[in-house]
């Protein structure tokens, strides 16, 4: 079992590789699989991926967290707040704690009250909002170095870390413009490069709760919550302290993911994270509820917004075009094999179209790649959505003793 | 028995109202504010002529929104994405009519249709991803969002479509003032009322009759209710969810319209866009029902427009939208507790009738 999962795993990964070698040779363009940009991938698709794993610790225990913006917004607040007065790691505590705070009204609304989940969720991102902007005023306008809607730079930095002896040597080979052997070196030299503690504790959040929710019996009680909460608590489970514990951790996770954004930015902004939370929600669902998918989900987002941030030579989007055909025709070659002829087709003439427009025009403006990454999800959800399986009782407002 | 149905469904709103102001009040002093100030303030300013004229144009604005959401609603589909479809619904408007030089009902029509027409084909995608692919509207409609943005600032940007505007910020080619719909200014001399804000009663009025009074209004609270049991009555859903969608789409996309015809004249990059996110506060605030919304958007409105001069008093007019998040939070828990109890004390008048009538046989 876990041969072939590893197995799975390496297989997509020379897949993805190849087809990343591919596009570079074609347009012989390194920046697309550099060492730099590779680094700074990571640096956007952390935050994304800590909102998805948030995403999936509520909505394993059965809870819908539209909230995820509003929870991260509060962690983005809180470490700017904090950061700048008492240093980057009271930032990142203030962060997580301000994103449970907003996980407990969640819990709060949604588990004890049994209000609709995604109206709570909704509500607490326009309370989130507005109370940051608010306190924003109030505390940063006349703070040295702050303004009405950002904090004053926060103190200190992350440690990140930087192996030369890898870093180099690969750089170097990437540089040679090998076919896979050079894309290859800059994806694993880029790893090392620069690398935040704070992803590292990313990198390691995902592994822990791969283990915790899958491989023990808190994460089977937690798991039964979101999947039938009635015959849990038939068998004994706390299901309502499971569903509270599993909200407030996906609060701190959000609230740690904004903490990480404004610590990237070294200072709170109103409106920094952008829609992330939900966009690290769409990532969640990507990943079919498991923390696998929603990483790949969250390395697609953040690539792609790499690309397009360090396009000085407006040639980044228009690989990532042919990239895309090339994972399209791919995806329609392999619907012909299992004989799905109807998706084939949509595959190859969507992949078409893009070879088209990327044969036609010499440049594509940044836009294109600022929609790329929905329209992708939308296109996954759209093709995989009969695969993917949320929690039965997600969304489902739980009563003790409601029979069902 | 209707007038306590009345009672109940107006304590709950009270109660969200009456503990956001606590709480508010709670924040004003610790921030060393005078409450008693900054609420006289508030309601001083709120209700001066042009503040009332402001607020009326702004309630209309989100009152077309909370509509738009609430058609949804009704039948358990989260329109999130009115936000995407009335910036289209919008921009498609100003297009439109900065070319038109038709007299003016007909130039007005003719962007209304436009908007509608693209605000229900935007909302139409997330109807075929639900139907045909099995794609949560929640979250496809959230995609459709970001997309509506980049295909906006596209165009405006790269496209002959936008040029500079006297602003300085790129927008479309100004509407002329013949497509205009400027409104009467009876409440502030200076401040016309949007002509919009008559048509939106019209379709307050619509929305009313279709769901109350029509067929698909009935097929689509029942879908709404128990989507199985209209299922097993002969309702086609999937015909259902096309519908309710585009319904919902058209009417998002006029969202955008009273301030575009009855203001700017242009869309530009400094179009608001986050109007479909109050729209679905407001539509749980008036619990779907048109006079009910109506009231919510003019709460939502008079607390925007109010809180517009607290700056004065040294007060962030942010203050107001905290107000507004604690009450849409407090309330909908409001209306969950009342459920609950009118269930409660429904089972126990019950019980107490079956137990007299046991009792006398």
Same mark, same amino acid.
């Given at each position: 079992m876990t041969y072939l999962k590893s197995s799975r795993f390496l297989g997509a990964a020379f897949t993805a590789i190849t087809m990343l070698s591919i596009t570079r040779t074609i347009?012989?363009? *390194?920046?697309?699989?550099s060492t730099v940009t590779i680094a700074q991938a990571l640096v956007f698709a952390s935050p994304i991926a800590l909102a998805g794993l948030a995403g999936i610790w509520a909505e394993r225990a059965g809870v819908i967290n539209i909230g995820l913006e509003g929870m991260m917004i509060l962690g983005t607040f809180g470490a700017g707040w904090a950061g700048w007065q008492w240093g980057v790691w009271a930032g990142v505590l203030a962060g997580v704690v301000f994103g449970a705070i907003g996980g407990l009204l969640l819990a709060v609304a949604a588990?004890?009250?049994?209000?609709d989940q995604i109206i709570a969720g909704t509500a607490i991102n326009l309370l989130a909002l507005g109370l940051t902007k608010f306190l924003a005023i109030v505390l940063f306008t006349d703070a040295p170095g702050g303004g009405q809607a950002q904090s004053p730079p926060i103190k200190g930095d992350i440690p990140t870390f930087t192996i030369n002896s890898i870093v180099e040597p690969l750089t170097a080979l990437h540089e040679? *413009?090998?076919?896979f052997i050079s894309d290859l070196a800059g994806l694993f030299a880029g790893l090392f490069y620069h690398l935040s503690l704070l992803t590292i504790l990313t990198f390691l959040l995902f592994v822990i709760t791969s283990y915790l929710l899958w491989k023990t019996a808190f994460g089977l009680r937690l798991r039964s919550a979101g999947e039938n909460p009635w015959a849990a608590d038939s068998l004994g489970v706390k299901v309502v302290q499971f569903k509270y514990a599993a909200v407030v951790f996906s609060g701190m996770l959000a609230g740690l993911g904004g903490a990480y954004l404004s610590i990237a930015s070294t200072i709170y902004r109103n409106g920094n994270t952008a829609g992330r939370g939900f966009i690290g929600l769409a990532t969640m669902i990507f990943g079919n509820w498991r923390p696998g998918g929603t990483a790949a989900g969250s390395l697609m987002f953040g690539y792609i917004d790499t690309l397009r941030l360090i396009d000085t030579g407006n040639q980044n989007v228009k690989g990532l075009i042919l990239l895309g055909a090339i994972i399209l025709f791919a995806i329609g070659g392999v619907m012909l094999r299992k004989a799905k002829r109807n998706s084939a087709i949509g595959f190859l003439l969507l992949g078409a179209v893009m070879i088209g427009a990327y044969f036609s025009a010499t440049s594509f403006p940044p836009e294109v790649a600022q929609v790329a990454p929905y329209i992708t999800t939308l296109l996954v959800l759209a093709t995989a959505s009969q695969n993917l399986r949320p929690p039965a009782a997600d969304g489902v407002p739980y009563r003790k003793g409601d029979h069902h | 028995m209707n007038l306590r149905r009345i009672g109940t469904s107006l304590i709950a709103p009270a109660i969200g109202l009456l503990i956001s102001m606590a709480v508010t009040a709670l924040i004003l002093s610790v921030i060393g504010a005078s409450v008693s100030t900054v609420f006289s303030s508030m309601w001083t300013y709120g209700t001066s002529p042009r503040a009332m004229s402001l607020m009326v144009n702004l309630a209309t604005i989100y009152f077309l929104s909370a509509l738009a959401v609430s058609i949804g609603f009704k039948m358990?589909?989260?329109?999130?994405?009115v936000n995407g479809q009335y910036v289209l619904g919008a921009l498609a408007a100003a297009v439109v009519a900065s070319n038109l030089t038709f007299p003016k009902v007909a130039s007005v029509s003719i962007a209304i249709l436009a908007a509608m027409i693209v605000g229900a084909l935007w909302a139409g995608i997330a109807a075929w991803l639900k139907v045909a692919r099995g794609v949560s509207e929640v979250i496809s409609t959230i995609m459709l969002n970001f997309i509506a943005i980049g295909i906006i600032s596209y165009i405006i940007v790269r496209t002959g479509i936008g040029t500079e505007t006297s602003l300085n910020v790129r927008g479309t080619k100004p509407i002329p003032e013949s497509g205009m719909l400027r409104g009467l200014a009876f409440i502030d001399p200076g401040t016309p009322i949007y002509g919009f804000f008559f048509i939106s009663i019209v379709i307050g009025i619509g929305y009313w009759f279709l769901l109350n009074r029509t067929r698909f209004g009935f097929d689509l609270r029942a879908t709404g209710k128990s989507a199985s049991a209209a299922r097993t009555s002969g309702v086609q859903s999937n015909r259902m969810i096309y519908l309710t969608m585009l319904l919902s789409g058209a009417v998002a996309g006029l969202v955008g319209l009273p301030y575009l015809l009855?203001?700017?004249g242009t869309y530009s990059l400094q179009f608001p866009t986050d109007w479909g996110f109050t729209g679905i506060a407001i539509a749980l605030l008036g619990r779907n029902n048109p006079i009910g919304i109506a009231l919510g958007a003019i709460l939502w409105a008079f607390l925007d427009i109010s809180s517009g001069q607290l700056i004065l008093e040294g007060?962030?007019?942010e203050i107001s939208t905290i107000m507004q998040g604690l009450i849409v939070i407090v309330v909908v828990i409001s209306y969950e507790i009342v459920r609950r109890y009118q269930v409660k004390s429904e089972q126990t008048s019950v019980a107490k009738a079956l137990a007299k009538q046991e009792a006398s046989v």
């Open positions: 347009t012989g363009n *390194g920046d697309l699989t588990v004890t009250f049994g209000v040679k *413009g090998i076919f | 358990n589909l989260f329109n999130i994405g009855g203001d700017t007060v962030p007019r």
